[in-house]
């Protein structure tokens, strides 16, 4: 298909000229410019409630409420919305008009606009409706939002209705974190705690009052044609095609990968570039994936809770704007079989309050070393719990394929950082190799990194930061940057606490620390692996080291029902272990209810739709065979695939009804531990023997018969 002209004259109207950097954030608001818009004590006054969480009075919070409200009706804005993240996949919002009644004298009634500071900070959404793991019922209703001033407020633009968002965090009546925000925000607490006091005992200064952590994430999609998406019942209900032939040039030629982005996927990436720049996103790099139909947007680093928060919106936008120019952005992990899937790289680090990246190799090289050894220790130590965050049926289908990390947590870290950590594990001092330019001609030189890149790794250092390759498209980051940053935390606490008993032995400062990242590099051996992460091979060599093998998501999900797993995560005051038995719940009923859906979409396609194919496909065979017998042809292969035709109605028929007796057993009780494992064990099964059987009948039935959109017609698209 060609984008009309209609179209991109559409495109003009809606995203206005000027340059990224003339239009960045303008339909955003900071704290900082909100504190502008504030009188000097006031402003004082509210930047105390952001950076410390001092109280607010009412006349300060209704203060910025007006400084908001006149913001926002600037930008002809009539209502907004507390902008939150449940543990549902999606973002929620509920909109409520600025309107207010004024009576005045003998009961006139006048309206106005306002925005009480009392509504911008708290609300109060249905906290039953939501997945809640049990920690709320319908009955104990009770809900709040809280806004959280660290991500700025933003405009959602759809149509003749701009809304005004709030980025809140939600919480029960009780306490309890019934979102991905709350969490998150408590684990970057606890990394600062842990890591300022961890660096000033290797400095034995107070130097250092605040860590922040950073991320980076590169996202990767797929863009279908509407009209193809439409008519496929699998991508309408469970995101990802459930049946499909790879066609016979794929991505086998590699030149999809950063090949010439077409013009109608070009208008798309550009038109959610301009509204992702006036979000404040800070939108950097867009290319081809390795995939056909596939592709990749990727920001600027920014601190982990506004980057999670961003990468949030930004999927939203990538989705809306997709409707607008006739596609559909998959988001899923592996919407096609055979053909690459997407991840959701999270490229993250830590800064000083000062800005110093706290993983780059050429700073001071004893700290280096020091931080190195405790993020290494932390990921080595809960490699488990870390596997967790990154399981969903979508994952699956993804972790251990030919372009994604296997479902083993290991590190990489190149050779020339290896060298200087071996030499530390050796007890001699660390030394880092400098990169020499390497000489393309006698004119053309290149200056190497640090570090080689392996896409096989899950976590792999990539020159001044980790590159957690592992997470998928469609996931909210902010569950595994939690637990990154809580079990980095715990790294931080636990060598802190080795440090502090060396130093008080006597050991001078910089021995003491060496000491301590030879004994932390030590103990995390076996988590680091410079080799292919693909081979066959080290499933076996993880197992023989002792790293967690989870292989999909019911088997991870278990590491979160083991206490002394999760352990650190209540002791850092991340998560209570109420909070921890409900999470895992919701993640079981989330991977259960994918299941479900999955296959019996399926067995209705194998019925529905498949089934009338073959049974089509064999009568105009057995009219042909009748034709060619009355000419006097041989027709024993058009007898044979008639055979086929049959004995494929069957097996098909026999397959969908094993599929839908194995699916009754999924919710089977109220523990949802066996449904887990029948998942597992036989419907998954159960769905791979009967997309086969779809897949061979694919083979069987011509074109003009065969009712669905091939991946072919998909991934090719005529654009």
Not at 231 to 248: C, E, F, I
Not at 557 to 572: C, I, K, N, P, W
Request: charged content about 20%; hydrophobic content about 45%; some cysteine.
């Amino acid at each position: 298909m060609v984008a009309h002209v209609s179209d991109v004259v559409t495109l003009r109207e809606r995203v206005a000229s000027g340059s990224p950097s003339e239009t960045f954030g303008s339909w955003s608001l900071s704290w900082q410019a909100i504190a502008e818009r504030l009188s000097g004590d006031t402003a004082a006054a509210f930047e105390a409630f952001v950076l410390s969480g001092a109280a607010m009075s009412k006349d300060v919070s209704n203060a910025v409420g007006e400084v908001v409200l006149d913001w926002a009706r600037a930008h002809g804005v009539t209502h907004f919305a507390h902008w939150f993240q449940p543990l549902t996949g999606i973002p929620a919002e509920k909109h409520d008009a600025f309107l207010s009644l004024k009576v005045g004298a003998h009961g006139a009634v006048s309206a106005l606009d306002r925005l009480p500071g009392s509504l911008l900070l708290q609300g109060e959404p249905d906290a039953s409706s939501f997945p809640n793991g049990g920690l709320r019922a319908t009955h104990t209703a009770r809900g709040y939002t809280v806004w959280d001033p660290t991500t700025p407020l933003f405009l959602r633009k759809e149509g003749n209705a701009p809304t005004l968002c709030v980025p809140c965090a939600y919480v029960s009546y009780t306490g309890h974190a019934l979102d991905h925000k709350t969490p998150l925000l408590r684990a970057l607490a606890a990394l600062s705690r842990e890591a300022t006091r961890f660096l000033n005992l290797v400095s034995g200064s107070d130097s250092v009052t605040a860590v922040t952590a950073t991320l980076g994430t590169e996202q990767e999609y797929f863009l279908v044609d509407r009209a193809h998406f439409a008519k496929r019942p699998d991508l309408l209900m469970a995101g990802r095609t459930l049946l499909g032939r790879v066609p016979s040039r794929n991505q086998q030629l590699e030149d999809h990968y950063f090949g010439p982005i077409p013009a109608r996927v070009l208008a798309y990436m550009s038109e959610v570039e301009a509204e992702l720049c006036r979000l404040g996103v800070p939108v950097k790099t867009r290319h081809c994936e390795v995939a056909p139909s596939q592709y990749e947007i990727a920001p600027i680093f920014e601190s982990v809770s506004v980057a999670c928060d961003h990468n949030v919106l930004t999927m939203d936008v990538m989705r809306r704007v997709a409707e607008r120019h006739g596609l559909v952005c998959l988001m899923h992990e592996k919407p096609f079989a055979g053909i690459n899937g997407s991840g959701k790289h999270n490229n993250w680090s830590m800064a000083t309050d000062t800005g110093e990246n706290l993983l780059e190799p050429s700073g001071e090289r004893t700290r280096f070393l020091a931080v190195l050894s405790a993020v290494l220790w932390g990921v080595h130590r809960h490699a488990a719990v870390l596997r967790a965050t990154v399981a969903s049926a979508g994952n699956d289908h993804r972790l251990g394929a030919n372009e994604a990390p296997p479902p083993i947590i290991s590190a990489y870290l190149g050779s020339a950082i290896a060298s200087l950590v071996e030499a530390a594990e050796r007890g001699e001092k660390p030394e880092l190799a400098s990169g020499a330019p390497l000489a393309i001609t006698e004119k053309l030189t290149v200056q190497l990194d640090a570090t080689d890149r392996n896409r096989t790794a899950p976590f792999a250092f990539t020159g001044n930061k980790f590159e957690y390759r592992a997470v998928g498209s469609s996931e909210n980051c902010a569950w595994p940057m939690t637990v990154l940053n809580a079990a980095v935390a715990d790294a931080f606490r636990t060598l802190g606490d080795r440090l502090e008993a060396k130093l008080a032995k006597g050991l001078a400062r910089e021995a003491a620390v060496l000491e301590l990242a030879r004994e932390a590099l030590t103990e995390s051996h076996d988590v680091r692996f410079e080799g292919n992460g693909y081979a066959g091979e080290w499933l076996e060599e993880a197992t023989r080291r002792g790293l967690p093998v989870l292989k999909d998501t019911p088997a991870a999900l278990g590491a979160l029902r083991e206490g002394q797993r999760t352990a650190f995560l209540v002791s850092q005051g991340v998560f209570s272990e109420e909070e921890i038995a409900a999470r895992t719940e919701i993640l079981g009923e989330r991977y259960l209810k994918a299941i479900d859906i999955e296959a019996q979409t399926l067995s209705e396609i194998a019925t529905g739709l498949v089934l009338p194919a073959i049974e089509a496909q064999a009568a105009r065979t057995g009219e042909a065979l009748e034709a060619f017998r009355h000419g006097g042809a041989k027709v024993s292969r058009q007898e044979e695939r008639l055979h086929k035709l049959a004995i494929l109605a069957e097996s098909l028929l026999s397959a969908a009804g094993d599929l839908d007796k194995q699916r009754d057993d999924l919710f089977a009780g109220h523990d949802p531990e066996p449904g887990l494992r029948h998942a597992s064990t036989a419907v998954v099964p159960a769905i791979a023997r009967l997309r086969g059987l779809c897949d061979e009948a694919e083979n069987l039935v011509g074109e003009a018969l065969w009712p669905l959109p091939t991946y072919r017609q998909m991934l090719f698209p005529v654009l």
